[in-house]
């Protein structure tokens, strides 16, 4: 059986997902989110994350962070994001477009996490200095690019950085429901608890076919003196201007329900997960595999020998890499991977490195 690691993105929608949006698309609702289902996500997610939240659905995980990202900074602000951060690497000039010209600067750190003390440095210069641009937010992804999760001290090392400095925190959750299940802790402890104040809640790549939330929540900001009101207002016309209000918000929202529902999120991320685990295991044992940076949620970037990657590929095995960085590959395991899937390519791998070596 042949299976393809090449990203969560590759795997469609969940069928209660679709099936909520055939429901949703019987009779009519009102427009632009003024509708019941728009009304039923921001409370679904005010009890799930257990606070006041504001919720802006769009249609991809680049707007989402580049929304909240706009609102958060003027045109003259620097944006502390890690070097390898979606943002810097896969966002193309999105993030500058939608925020003014804002400048999104990289910080060192291992795992593609911030590195505390990095991030004291660069918000902490030429403060005031009308000749330099001025800290004005701070993005952590979680899931991080490289497959690793931050545990909530490493996000409390972060946010309280930036707390002291009066910025606002950002998190890119296009996998938030898989780093929620690799930490196994609840939303709030993941996000505003551990001082974050807007998140990309992530959904496409773990279920929904298209839409995902932006989650404002009021105490962090509001401790930092920054203005909830003034971000919610923001990000409603920010939406708008970017082309992101959409008419029939319905759907997205029916999308939403759907992947809070019967905790089909959890169990689509514990899916995902538990295929990783499953399959850096069986990796590690393979004799010239080299693990990069331990899988602690859905992706892993592992070595291996360039043969044996052709081989994968001859094998009708998908996934990116190789030829980046010699034999630098990654492997992605979503909410529908199978495990034969995963247990074919051990094998595959396994038997041709008895087979070489
Ligand atoms: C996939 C992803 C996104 C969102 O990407 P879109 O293709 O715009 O939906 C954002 N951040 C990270 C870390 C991602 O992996």
């Known amino acids: 059986m042949k299976v393809a690691f090449t990203s969560d993105n590759i795997a469609g929608a969940s069928e209660s997902v679709f099936q909520a949006i055939i429901e949703a698309s019987q009779g009519d609702a009102m427009p632009y989110g003024n509708d019941e289902s728009t009304a039923l996500v921001t409370h679904k997610l005010s009890e799930l994350f257990e606070c006041e939240v504001e919720v802006f659905l769009v249609s991809t995980g680049t707007a989402a962070n580049v929304l909240s990202i706009s609102a958060l900074t003027p045109p003259w602000g620097s944006v502390l994001c890690h070097k390898e951060s979606h943002l810097?690497?896969?966002?193309?000039?999105?993030?500058?477009?939608?925020?003014?010209?804002?400048?999104?600067?990289?910080?060192?750190?291992?795992?593609?996490?911030?590195?505390?003390?990095?991030?004291?440095?660069?918000?902490?210069?030429?403060?005031?200095?009308?000749?330099?641009?001025?800290?004005?937010?701070?993005?952590?992804?979680?899931?991080?690019?490289?497959?690793?999760?931050?545990?909530?001290?490493?996000?409390?090392?972060?946010?309280?950085?930036?707390?002291?400095?009066?910025?606002?925190?950002?998190?890119?959750?296009?996998?938030f429901a898989n780093a929620l299940v690799s930490l196994g802790c609840t939303p709030a402890q993941m996000t505003w608890k551990a001082g974050v104040d807007i998140v990309s809640f992530g959904a496409t790549k773990n279920g929904t076919m298209a839409s995902e939330a932006i989650v404002v929540f009021k105490q962090p900001l509001e401790e930092k003196g920054l203005s909830f009101d003034r971000v919610v207002k923001e990000l409603a016309f920010r939406r708008k201007r970017g082309g992101h209000l959409h008419s029939k918000m319905r759907l997205l929202s029916a999308q939403m329900i759907a992947y809070l529902t019967d905790d089909l999120w959890l169990t689509n991320a514990s899916h995902a997960n538990a295929m990783m685990a499953h399959l850096q295991e069986g990796l590690k044992s393979i004799p010239g595999v080299k693990i990069n940076t331990p899988a602690q949620a859905n992706m892993l970037f592992c070595t291996l020998p360039l043969p044996m990657i052709d081989h994968l590929h001859s094998e009708g095995f998908a996934f990116y890499g190789g030829r980046w960085e010699e034999g630098v590959v990654r492997l992605v395991t979503s909410f529908r991977t199978p495990k034969e899937g995963v247990d074919a390519f051990i094998h595959a791998a396994k038997s041709f490195a008895e087979r070489t070596v």
Not at 143 to 171: C, F
């Open 88 to 175: 810097l690497q896969d966002e193309n000039t999105a993030p500058e477009f939608y925020a003014g010209g804002a400048r999104f600067v990289g910080i060192e750190g291992e795992n593609a996490k911030i590195d505390p003390e990095w991030l004291k440095k660069a918000v902490t210069q030429k403060i005031g200095d009308v000749h330099s641009c001025q800290p004005a937010a701070v993005s952590i992804s979680q899931v991080t690019e490289v497959g690793s999760v931050y545990s909530l001290e490493e996000i409390r090392a972060v946010t309280s950085v930036a707390k002291e400095a009066g910025l606002p925190v950002h998190m890119d959750g296009a996998r």
